[in-house]
């Protein structure tokens, strides 16, 4: 069942929630935590000299804790003014010291980084997550190095839009350039999350959080009669709601179609909503 409200103070938008008509036992959370084999995770650790510390230590354990749930030897790219993308979360895990953080900052190196690592898997046919972790600014944040590093990137990225998604999750900490991170996360051909901290126990709730979404989250399509698409995200496998314009004109829609990340379709039943409580309005 799909129903819809159209918000109280909003004159150009309606939310749609709909109602899974079965919690998708072939795609539970079990499953999703299983399925790493059809996901990358690679994060992206800044190593520069401001990181040293307790930034650094809470980074590492969490990574360390990841791997000790999930078992799944995912990449770590360190990068400061050089990349090293040689260790993963395995590696990590069996070290008595954490990760070294010295130097300076660097975007460049590892933009060019995750440019070759597409690049070197294009044919692996596998969504891509990024967990992008800064604590500052690049060293030359206007320098011709960053600039040529992000034009040659979205390069890469642009053709693979027919590719399984390929996403960036950031996580800023200190004094870092909200802007600039939040383009960062819409780099990829599907759009990531954007989390700040403002302690260094925070990261570790941070990747946490990061990590569960990457793992969990599933993208719908949902077409109305007339063609139009929408693109909604879901991690609870219940219930998929998303925003549509007020010039659509659902009174005169009787269903909707939803396709799935598996390509299946289902039809629903549309209908205004009659039992309107505070959570509809919380998730619009």
């Given at each position: ?17 709909i ?47 990841i ?37 300076g ?13 597409l ?9 891509i ?40 999750h ?61 693109t ?28 799935d ?20 309005l919380?998730?619009?």
């Amino acid at each position: 069942m799909a129903a819809y409200l159209k918000l109280p103070l909003s004159n150009q938008q309606i939310y749609v929630e709909i109602k899974l008509s079965h919690p998708e036992a072939t795609y539970n959370t079990t499953t999703a935590a299983a399925a790493g084999g059809d996901l990358d995770i690679i994060c992206c650790v800044d190593v520069s000299g401001s990181m040293s510390g307790s930034p650094i230590k809470n980074v590492c354990e969490v990574l360390r804790d990841i791997y000790e749930r999930t078992q799944k030897d995912y990449r770590l790219f360190t990068y400061n003014t050089q990349t090293d993308v040689k260790r993963t979360l395995k590696t990590l895990s069996e070290r008595n010291d954490n990760l070294q953080a010295s130097g300076g900052t660097s975007f460049a190196c590892i933009f060019t980084a995750i440019k070759d690592y597409l690049m070197q898997n294009a044919s692996a046919k596998k969504a891509i997550t990024f967990i992008f972790m800064t604590d500052g600014q690049d060293n030359e944040p206007n320098g011709s190095a960053l600039q040529k590093s992000v034009q040659m990137l979205k390069l890469m990225l642009s053709a693979m839009t027919n590719s399984p998604p390929i996403t960036f999750h950031v996580i800023g900490f200190g004094e870092v350039n909200d802007a600039f991170l939040n383009k960062i996360r819409t780099f990829g051909t599907r759009q990531g999350l954007f989390r700040y901290s403002t302690e260094s126990k925070e990261l570790q709730n941070n990747f946490n959080d990061m990590f569960e979404y990457a793992l969990h989250v599933r993208q719908f399509t949902i077409k109305f009669p007339n063609g139009k698409t929408y693109t909604a995200n879901n991690i609870d496998n219940e219930t998929v709601g998303f925003l549509a314009n007020d010039d659509d004109d659902l009174s005169a829609m009787a269903e909707l179609t939803l396709i799935d990340d598996k390509t299946t379709t289902t039809q629903f039943p549309l209908a205004p909503m009659k039992d309107i409580r505070a959570i509809h309005l919380l998730h619009a």
